[in-house]
């Protein structure tokens, strides 16, 4: 009895039994890992912005909603349908940078619908690859700005400066060599990010024409026609996933901040709010993360919300910014 346990003990311990077992052991254990214990289908999430102009509240809440897209785990791609003739500069600016940060965690395909000018379009060129329809209004590189400073020159005699452009932020002839660095800045980031795609030179680029998306494809301004349903497939096969869920990030953010981070649905410059009755900004989210106070937004105009003035006693009123990517030929 004893002499066969030992032959059987041999037996089990050979190479031709232990592989197939160990084999067969690990394709256990891969599948309980699979099922239970990995994460879910991947997904491409899809963020819509229709008709936005770029100014500090809609750039928040826009950012709520790319923060979003980089922090879930489960999408690996992002599709964003964007229709904007830009806005502020420095909005406009950090939109790009935002997006960027995204593309460089995950794909960022861009898909540009209606109109997408100036700072729209300088946000577009933080994406892998960008879609246009033929109809689109897409380019209008450049910069518009009003010279001068944030403060009107009629101030008070009791007023004191501590240098002749204090108020004003320089002479004419400084605000007109300030205005053209930032048109040489975007003219660069176009060259740069679109590299030998782009079909044009320099000056031709920086007349700030806006062109039809056929137009902007033949010239290497967009990568190809498409609508969003094509900005999905190129998002997944960028990001290497065959089957995939779509994730609605602007159902998603809503759900998760609500009215602090509201789906984008703007009029033309401003954030429309769906509930006007703030929830207690004490509590934290359901996942035990950051306040929702955290992504209060003090700017006039954003999120139902109130600028406070900290120079209430000063006798000038400070105005809005006065340099924009925007496109001002709409509607004339």
Same mark, same amino acid.
């Given at each position: 009895?004893?002499?066969?346990?030992?032959?059987?003990?041999?037996?089990?311990?050979?190479?031709?039994?232990?592989?197939?077992?160990?084999?067969?052991?690990?394709?256990?254990?891969?599948?309980?890992?699979?099922?239970?214990?990995?994460?879910?289908?991947?997904?491409?999430?899809?963020?819509?912005?229709?008709?936005?102009?770029?100014?500090?509240?809609?750039?928040?809440?826009?950012?709520?909603?790319?923060?979003?897209?980089? !922090?879930?785990?489960?999408?690996?791609?992002?599709?964003?349908?964007?229709?904007?003739?830009?806005?502020?500069?420095?909005?406009?600016?950090?939109?790009?940078?935002?997006t960027r940060r995204l593309r460089d965690e995950k794909p960022v395909v861009i898909v540009?619908?209606?109109?997408?000018?100036?700072?729209? /379009?300088?946000?577009?060129?933080?994406?892998?690859?960008?879609?246009?329809?033929?109809?689109?209004?897409?380019?209008?590189?450049?910069?518009?700005?009003?010279?001068?400073?944030?403060?009107?020159?009629?101030?008070?005699?009791?007023?004191?400066?501590?240098?002749?452009?204090?108020?004003?932020?320089?002479?004419?002839?400084?605000?007109?060599?300030?205005?053209?660095r930032l048109k040489e800045g975007f003219a660069q980031m176009v060259i740069r990010e679109?590299?030998?795609?782009?079909?044009?030179?320099?000056?031709?680029?920086?007349?700030?024409?806006?062109?039809?998306?056929?137009?902007?494809?033949?010239?290497?301004?967009?990568?190809?026609?498409?609508?969003?349903?094509?900005?999905?497939?190129?998002?997944?096969?960028?990001?290497?996933?065959?089957? /995939?869920?779509?994730?609605?990030?602007?159902?998603?953010?809503?759900?998760?901040?609500?009215?602090?981070? !509201?789906?984008?649905?703007?009029?033309?410059?401003?954030?429309?709010?769906?509930?006007?009755?703030?929830?207690?900004?004490?509590?934290?989210?359901?996942?035990?993360?950051?306040?929702?106070?955290?992504?209060?937004?003090?700017?006039?105009?954003?999120?139902?919300?109130?600028?406070?003035?900290?120079?209430?006693?000063?006798?000038?009123?400070?105005?809005?910014?006065?340099?924009?990517?925007?496109?001002?030929?709409?509607?004339?």
């Amino acid at each position: 009895m004893i002499e066969k346990l030992n032959i059987l003990g041999r037996a089990a311990s050979s190479w031709y039994v232990a592989g197939p077992a160990a084999v067969i052991l690990g394709l256990v254990i891969g599948g309980v890992v699979f099922f239970f214990v990995a994460p879910g289908k991947p997904s491409v999430g899809v963020i819509n912005i229709p008709f936005t102009v770029i100014d500090e509240g809609s750039a928040f809440v826009i950012g709520r909603h790319l923060d979003y897209a980089m !922090q879930d785990d489960s999408i690996k791609a992002v599709v964003i349908s964007l229709s904007s003739p830009g806005g502020g500069a420095s909005s406009s600016e950090r939109l790009y940078i935002h997006t960027r940060r995204l593309r460089d965690e995950k794909p960022v395909v861009i898909v540009m619908n209606g109109l997408v000018a100036s700072g729209g /379009y300088m946000m577009s060129m933080a994406s892998n690859y960008t879609y246009a329809q033929p109809s689109s209004l897409v380019g209008n590189v450049g910069v518009v700005g009003i010279s001068g400073g944030p403060l009107p020159p009629i101030f008070p005699e009791i007023t004191t400066t501590t240098g002749p452009h204090k108020l004003t932020g320089g002479s004419r002839q400084h605000w007109v060599s300030l205005i053209d660095r930032l048109k040489e800045g975007f003219a660069q980031m176009v060259i740069r990010e679109r590299g030998d795609r782009l079909k044009m030179t320099k000056a031709e680029l920086l007349e700030g024409n806006i062109y039809s998306g056929s137009q902007a494809v033949s010239l290497g301004m967009v990568d190809a026609i498409g609508v969003t349903g094509d900005g999905v497939e190129k998002a997944a096969e960028l990001a290497g996933i065959g089957r /995939y869920n779509i994730t609605d990030v602007n159902a998603a953010v809503f759900e998760k901040y609500g009215w602090r981070a !509201q789906l984008v649905r703007f009029s033309p410059g401003e954030i429309t709010a769906d509930n006007d009755r703030a929830p207690d900004a004490s509590k934290s989210d359901q996942d035990g993360e950051v306040s929702e106070d955290h992504y209060r937004q003090p700017l006039m105009g954003a999120l139902g919300q109130e600028q406070v003035n900290p120079l209430s006693e000063f006798p000038v009123e400070i105005g809005q910014p006065n340099i924009y990517y925007l496109y001002a030929g709409y509607g004339r």
